[in-house]
């Protein structure tokens, strides 16, 4: 399988599967897999078809004639075909030029499409073919493999033919007791019959055999990773009665849910072990995390340590600080007038902060003085040091790598405990496999006294008078003394993104392809599509037009640290009636008195994306409404998604949506770290059950064998999934 192609294929078919296809060895080759197959059934004769079947025929081609098409650009290929039984019809190719140099006179090849008719004539159209070695039998099934330009299905299939007629029985990896219970075939087997089926049954069981290797390699590499994490000792930090905890729930004005009870008792447990924790904490928007969170790091403030909360942003790491010095009061105020006999220090740490205050937050955190410690990056940086970090707590989880995570969980001679949080609820088997490093809490439930969230679809481009509402809709919120957010996909000021069209003029314009500037949207009809919505843009025709009189506050990436944090003051003060912001937004934002959002091209943002951006409002006592603007037609993909986001609140339910409206491959892709997938065939929605297993029996492999010495050949499948080997440092500790 690690044989390089240039041996069993030739130098010049080796060197175009290395260029056009990133193969290069015949294990690349081989788990190149069909996208398809066609089913040839029974053979045709060309006398006996009929219009409107569906047919496949073997014939060679008598004539070929490529002409210029007469309404459009490009070339005609029209080929006159043969059987062995004298029948002859017509097969019609745009484009002919791509495959004209193939099909010339006294080329065998078989043909598979649908009849229709031209001129009185039955013909096919772009039929689908593959040429036919002279003698060749004729097999059951065409394999359709993914193919690129210059490198045709066929030439691909040809290839692999080649390879599968010199090739051994490869080793197999997995243990012959899993292919026993899970009744799966050999490695060997598998490969030929994915690749050339005899049977539909053939493919089936070649594919499911397929998706054990895949399955297995992801959890064996996480498998690694979760021993490997608890290789170093941690710290152990018990609860210690009369602390700060304690003093902590004694002045909450709330009850805990059972949720937070319950997710709080198992980190407790995990800080009072010397093994460290590494855990994942998800709940959907105003599920308490903070609150799991803070007592978490009290428990080991208690026991003398510090801890530290990594945040994606600036912007939400000051709204971090501000919200836990807010939970805390007096407890969090060492050192002040007002600060209680045991209280702890918060201190802030972003990369923006000026010299002088960056000096005494680095002396803060150096000596201890600060028993918590928030911060974006920069607190991985390598000059940050930690008089005894004890609990590393990483907020949105999405946001950042396994080795950004790793760099704040290596540091000092022993392992940090490690609390990962996030409000993007996460499918279990995405959780299984992409989170499969980390132990899986889940918040379900939400605090009482959270107001209900209306959401509509505002479908601007079919009714524009919608829109007028909407801003009719803001100026009502301000009025009953509440605030507003207008959410925007790009920030603006960039000159080669000016607006061709003004979604305030009620202009229906094609939205559907994703666009690379903002991460989101969904993909549908073809046509011109103007640039996403800009802040920069939107927030003067607001001002001087539909919100003239209204308060306007602009919030986006760009802006300066401390006039983000001034920004966000104003508006938590009650200063700003409308904020025209980006997605920085988007987490931890923390306003009761914000009641209404509008998400102005709403089509752009993913789903999860969505659901994180309507958490900022209805988290005081007046119930929240969330407008999604959009000029995308009904019946797109796009419109579908934004449907979903109005029919429902619940995150793991659009949670689930999500994963089954975009490529799954995109959520895989976390898993490695590598440049290219090796994952083909595992369907997180289709193949939870293998999955599930597939996480006992990796874990019960690397418990018995922690260096995999017994399984290389596991050991080379985990390898696979984790990619790079630069990428993947921690397989080789192991």
Known sequence: MDTRLDGPLGKRAAEALAARLDLHTVGDLL??????????????????????EHVTVVAKVEKA?????RSRRGKLLNVVIRDDKGGRLSCTFFNGYKVSHVLTPGVRALFSGKVGVFQSQLQLTHPEFEPLEEGEDVRPFVSVYPAVDKLNSWDIARCVRQVLDQLDDPTDPLPEDIRRREKLPELGRALRRIHLPETEADHHAARARLVWDEALGVQLALALRRRHATERPGTASPPRAGGLLDAFDARLPFALTDGQRAVGTEIAADLARETPMNRLVQGDVGAGKTVVALRAMLQVVDSGRQAAMLAPTEVLAAQHARSLRSLLGPLGRAGELDGAEEATRITLLTGSLGTAARRQAMLDVQSGAAGIVVGTHALIQDKVSFADLGLVVVDEQHRFGVEQRDALRGRGERTPHMLVMTATPIPRTVAMTVYGDLEVSALTELPRGRSPISTTVVPAGEKPAWLERVWQRIREEVADGHQVYVVCPRVGGDPAKADDGDLFEGELVD???????????????????????????????????????????????KLPADEKDATMRAFEAGEIDVLVATTV????VDVPNSTGMVILDADRFGLSQLHQLRGRVGRGEAPGVCLLVTDVPAGTTARERLDAIASTTDGFELARLDLELRREGDVLGAVQSGKRSTLKLLSLLRHETVIEKARV?????????????????LRTLARQVVGDEEQAEFLSKV
């Open 65 to 69: 004639t490529l002409r210029d098409m």
């Open 585 to 588: 937004i988007e987490v931890g």
């Open 511 to 557: 939205l559907d392809d994703p666009d690379p500037d903002v991460g989101g949207g969904a993909g549908s009809d073809d046509g011109a599509r103007r640039p996403p919505l800009a802040v920069l843009e939107v927030a003067p025709k607001l001002a001087e037009g539909p919100l003239a009189g209204l308060r306007l506050g602009i919030l986006h990436g």
């Open 697 to 713: 029996y990796a874990t019960d492999i690397v418990d018995h064998d922690p260096d995999l010495a017994g399984h290389p050949g």
């Open 31 to 52: 788990r190149h897999y069909p996208r398809r197959y066609v089913d040839r059934g029974k053979l045709s004769d060309i006398s006996g078809l009929e219009i409107g």
